[in-house]
């Protein structure tokens, strides 16, 4: 069978398969599949936060909070599980808190603090008159909601206050800094999304469902909201930017939400039998749709009438997951869609039994019991025209029609077995690419060329040597053969091995004649680092260039592979320091600079000064008025 007997039409692409129609469905990197969908569920409860009245997770995942009781401010890290509570602080009577990215805010309802993360030393203070819900933006910037008053104030780093949004006393029940970089306030009936200057960009109206009672907010990086319920028979919910509700995993009053950069929701809820609140983590998790259909465009074989051949997937079908193909065929791309034939189950590939037409399209209908896997198909190709091999055999055994459909089905088993064959031969070339051949034939490609003996390097930089091989066998068993070597394997190589990046890859090689040629007086220092053999030669590595010890192995390999057999060689790594009479080389290994700290030999105030990386007004550390110290 000839590519002029049978042509092929394809799909692989994400532009080619969303030529179609996608129910449920999304293409990826992987191919087709079923959608994926995020939801939320119970992880646990952080039974380490003691009793919350409020708190906040800040970017790198501790929880900030507030003791009911005793009005500690405590730091909780949910990876060691461990909670930390600050020294007293000379705040009393606090009612909310913020985490920024260098600063803690907390509020008494007067005044607004700002303190510093690194020593939690008071950076600022500013009054602020009713205000108890803090919200951290972008930048250091902190939004504050008055409740009574309805109003929201800014705070800038430099301690700057100022009134953006006021609406009608009571109106507002929470507010809330979005992951997607928008200031949002939470009505009854209505979200408010502000810029950051306090320009209304939109109103979201909702009616809630019947078992939510809002009362608080919190927007993930996506625009999603999160409104959390007062009543504790009701249940929190998620509301998408299509206007649609889905019911959280938890049911009880929730006073307060919180959302991570990786969309987990943090609950502040009240523990029914011990009234002492705690905070709930619903884990976000994304599960595949149950079921989904695409429906192909119209392959146009440019024939009328076509009797289309057969057809092959590239397809993934796990466990508890099935895929359903059908067909149809019409002289037009409507009449192709109009009616589909009978399904088939998981094919990887079959022969096209309907009758001709010239166009045809493809109904895919994928299920699965297991919201964690879905089929999967990479790609579709389909042949025509019908080209079987029924045409070898005797005229009587197409006489008959029902007859000739058998043997051409049955036929059609030997067929795709020796279709792929020819297919693997006609492509024979692509074996004897080295960027192109598959993984699983490099080694016997490599075995042609003799270079065997590095099979254990990486593919890529088996791809590069393979392409040099004719150009590396001519400087075989020569100083600048050993180098090459050497610096092809050290070199930052392409998946194909086509490109190589040789920028700090060479190494360095010193012969016994470049030793001897040195100064008569360190004839003993030479002697001690390199020898006295006439044919013995050095290759020195910096450090970076051999990160793991395998890479050493790997260079010695080379070394012991490709030298004369007369000669003698030696790998040193030379090492990032200052050594007189030891292998110290000026701009190879070492430099001369400022003198650092070294523990009992420095000297403070003369060649090292203590630093920090951030100032923190540190009292009786390091304070420095008008540089790092404000005097109020």
Not at 320 to 335: A, D, F, I, R
Request: hydrophobic share 40%.
């Amino acid at each position: 069978m000839t590519e002029k007997e049978l042509q092929f039409l394809t799909v692989n692409t994400k532009t080619l398969w969303e030529q179609g129609s996608l129910d449920g469905l999304e293409v990826t990197g992987e191919g087709l599949g079923l959608k994926k969908v995020f939801t939320h569920r119970f992880a646990g409860v952080y039974a380490g936060v003691p009793n919350p009245a409020s708190f906040d997770v800040d970017g790198c995942g501790l929880i900030y909070s507030i003791e009911e009781v005793s009005g500690r401010v405590s730091v909780f890290d949910p990876k060691t599980g461990s909670c930390r509570r600050l020294s007293p602080l000379p705040i009393t009577a606090l009612q909310g808190l913020a985490a920024g990215r260098a600063n803690l805010y907390l509020t008494d309802g007067s005044r607004l603090y700002a303190l510093a993360k690194i020593n939690y030393q008071t950076r600022w203070e500013a009054p602020v008159s009713g205000a108890a819900s803090l919200a951290a933006g972008e930048g250091e910037t902190l939004y504050l909601l008055d409740l009574p008053e309805g109003r929201v104030y800014k705070a800038g780093p430099d301690a700057s206050v100022s009134v953006i949004i006021k609406k009608d006393p009571g109106s507002v029940l929470a507010i809330c800094w979005g992951l997607d970089g928008f200031l949002y306030l939470l009505k009854e009936t209505a979200v408010l999304r502000f810029a950051s200057d306090g320009t209304l960009l939109e109103t979201v109206d909702f009616s809630p469902p019947l078992d939510l009672v809002p009362r608080c907010l919190a927007v993930d990086r996506d625009g999603v909201l999160y409104i959390g319920g007062q009543d504790e028979d009701g249940f929190s919910y998620r509301l998408d930017r299509s206007g649609n509700w889905e019911r959280l995993g938890y049911q009880g009053a929730v006073y307060q939400l919180c959302v991570n950069k990786r969309g987990d929701l943090f609950l502040l809820t009240r523990e029914r039998k011990s009234g002492e609140k705690r905070i709930v983590l619903l884990e976000r998790v994304a599960n595949h749709l149950g079921e989904g259909t695409y429906v192909s465009s119209a392959f146009d074989s440019k024939i009328d009438g076509c009797r289309w051949h057969r057809f092959v997937l590239d397809a993934e079908i796990p466990d508890n997951t099935q895929l359903l193909v059908s067909y149809g065929t019409g002289e037009s791309p409507s009449e192709a869609g109009a009616a589909f034939g009978e399904e088939l189950a998981n094919p990887p590939d079959a022969l096209i039994t309907v009758t001709g037409g010239r166009y045809i399209r493809f109904k895919f209908r994928f299920y699965t019991k297991d919201v964690y896997r879905t089929p999967r198909i990479r790609s579709l190709k389909v042949y025509f025209p019908r080209v079987s091999y029924l045409r070898y055999l005797p005229a009587v055994y197409q006489e008959d029609r029902q007859g000739r459909d058998f043997l051409e089905r049955f036929l059609a088993i030997g067929e795709t077995f020796f279709s792929e064959l020819e297919g693997k031969i006609r492509d024979i070339s692509a074996y004897l690419d080295p960027a192109a051949v598959p993984e699983g034939f490099l080694q016997w490609l490599a075995s042609w060329l003799a270079v065997s003996r590095y099979n254990n390097w990486p593919a890529p930089k088996i791809r590069a040597l393979l392409q040099r091989a004719p150009e590396l066998y001519r400087k075989r068993g020569t100083r600048e053969g050993i180098e090459a070597m050497i610096t092809l394997f050290l070199s930052r190589v392409s998946e194909n091995g086509l490109d190589v990046d040789e920028t700090g890859a060479r190494p360095v090689i010193v012969e016994s004649f470049q030793v001897q040629a040195g100064a008569p007086e360190a004839s003993a220092v030479w002697a001690d680092l390199f020898g006295t053999d006439p044919y013995r030669f050095c290759v020195l590595l910096r450090p970076e260039q051999v990160s793991a010890l395998q890479d050493l192995n790997a260079v010695k390999r080379i070394v012991e592979s490709e030298k004369p057999a007369y000669t003698s060689a030696g790998v040193k790594v030379l090492q990032p320091w200052f050594y007189l009479d030891w292998h110290t080389y000026l701009g190879v290994n070492t430099c001369l600079s400022r003198q650092g700290f070294v523990l009992g030999r420095s000297v403070l105030s003369r060649d090292t000064a203590l630093d920090e990386a951030e100032d923190g007004g540190e009292i009786s550390v390091r304070s420095r008025a008008g540089v790092d110290t404000v005097l109020t």
